[in-house]
């Protein structure tokens, strides 16, 4: 199975209502060309369904949470689950975003159990990873994202597996500017399928999406994106002008 090429924009806690629905009519209306790029949208909750109603005429364009309860439903007040998220039209979930990890301190097992729900409602994760830039220096940025697949991924089956979408992105380079060079990325990219090999076999893996995060913008997608193992991206600050979203669209 060919990989897709994959473009998503995490909004993160960013838009009002009024302000999403602007930069999905902006998106949709500048997008036209490269229906051979998936584009998947991932705006703030509340504004999930106004977003997806606009985004389901189009089949190049999805829309996705960015996080979801590790619950399936009931007296968890605030969470939002997986069930939730697909009555709203999306078919996406971000899971394990660092941010996450960090300030929320969602834990290997939290996000396992995040994968599993997801997956049951038919959502498609995707799954981020990513090493610290002290870890990064100590050299073990492989084993740390190594660890993170083996820790909450490697326990699917090869069906399962199989629709998860994978996002390498280094901690140091989410919101700083610093960016991954494209042969730091392509090396990380090629590791991380070599370990889906080990784990699921040459053919699942490269068919696995596994896009870059982490300062991707408008000036240095067309360098990451031309390399072999790198499918797409996902950009936060640089997704919500619809300017420079849709020229990353067009870096292919
Ligand atoms: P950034 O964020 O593009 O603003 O670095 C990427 C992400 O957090 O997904």
């Not at 050299?139 to 090869?158: A, P, T, W, Y």
Request: glycine residues 8%; charged residues 20%.
């Amino acid at each position: 199975m060919a990989r897709k090429k994959i473009v998503a924009g995490n909004w993160k806690m960013n838009t009002t209502l009024k302000e999403a629905i602007a930069l999905t009519d902006e998106i949709l209306s500048s997008s036209e060309l490269c229906a051979d790029v998936q584009k998947i949208l991932f705006p703030p909750f509340p504004f999930l369904t106004a977003v997806s109603e606009k985004t389901a005429a189009r089949p190049d364009f999805f829309t996705g949470a960015q996080n979801c309860a590790a619950f399936s439903s009931g007296a968890y007040t605030g969470e939002v689950s997986v069930a939730m998220i697909a009555s709203c039209g999306a078919s996406h979930v971000l899971i394990g975003h660092s941010e996450r990890r960090q300030y929320f301190s969602e834990n290997a097992s939290d996000l396992r159990i995040k994968t599993e729900l997801a997956l049951s409602q038919k959502l498609i994760p995707v799954f981020c990873i990513g090493e610290k830039m002290e870890e990064r220096q100590a050299g073990n940025h492989f084993e740390i994202v190594k660890k993170q697949m083996h820790d909450s991924l490697f326990h699917l089956d090869e069906n399962a597996f199989g629709s998860v979408i994978i996002a390498y992105e280094p901690v140091w380079a989410i919101g700083t500017g610093l960016t991954a060079s494209p042969d730091q990325a392509q090396e990380m990219h090629h590791y991380i399928r070599t370990c889906i090999a080990e784990r699921y076999g040459k053919t699942l893996s490269d068919s696995v999406s596994v896009l870059y995060g982490g300062s991707c913008n408008a000036q240095n997608a067309k360098g990451l994106f031309s390399c072999p193992d790198i499918d797409g991206g996902l950009i936060g600050g640089a997704s919500l002008k619809a300017t420079d979203f849709t020229q990353i669209i067009k870096s292919f």
